[in-house]
């Protein structure tokens, strides 16, 4: 597949890639909050392809949590970050917040940061992430966000968090 040229047709339900019939297959391109069904991921092809339609400066991630994290912190092997973590990654979310695809939204959360993703993200972004706020088109698009509030609040104490949203 040649991503790059062409045109692109975005389909609101598919994110497969459709032959145009010529020589030049058409990648679709997921939108902002487009998410595939559980167990599924966005793949890098696609991500690649929404970061370079976006057209933004690639950026870097660094700690926002404001704490010494160990290299082998046992977060990292948490079952609900793990779940928080397959839930970004079947959605389009997972383009712009990937380090290596060059995406613009990886100062804000990057989920290549290690030894967990989540402490690229600010208290602030976390409720975004969340729905604490009223920044709803940055909230996660998941069935269940009480499971996401649920692993937040105890991020949020772990940080000491003084965060209140609104
Ligand atoms: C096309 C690229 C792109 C996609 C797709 C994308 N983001 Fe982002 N995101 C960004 C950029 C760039 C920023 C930095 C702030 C800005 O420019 O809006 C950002 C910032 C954020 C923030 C931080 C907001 C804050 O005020 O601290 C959150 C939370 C967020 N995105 C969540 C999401 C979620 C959830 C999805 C999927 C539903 C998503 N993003 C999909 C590019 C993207």
């Given at each position: 597949m040649h991503v790059g040229a062409g045109v692109w047709f975005l389909f609101a339900c598919s994110v497969l890639p459709v032959d145009s019939g010529g020589s030049e297959a058409v990648l679709d391109l997921p939108g902002h909050s487009e998410c595939l069904p559980a167990g599924?991921?966005?793949?890098?092809?696609?991500?690649?392809a929404v970061v370079e339609e976006a057209g933004r400066y690639p950026t870097v991630s660094e700690d926002k949590s404001g704490l010494d994290t160990p290299p082998d912190d046992p977060r990292a092997d948490d079952p609900e970050l793990a779940w928080l973590t397959s839930e970004v990654n079947r959605c389009a979310c997972r383009c712009c917040h990937t380090a290596s695809w060059g995406g613009a939204g990886v100062y804000f959360w990057d989920l290549e940061f290690r030894p967990v993703w989540t402490d690229s993200a600010s208290l602030w972004s976390l409720g975004v992430f969340a729905g604490l706020t009223e920044e709803?088109?940055?909230?996660?698009?998941?069935?269940?966000?009480?499971?996401?509030?649920?692993?937040l609040e105890r991020e949020r104490e772990r940080r000491g968090g003084e965060e209140e949203y609104e």
């Open positions: 599924e991921e966005m793949t890098a092809e696609v991500c690649v709803t088109e940055q909230t996660l698009p998941t069935e269940d966000i009480e499971r996401v509030r649920a692993w």
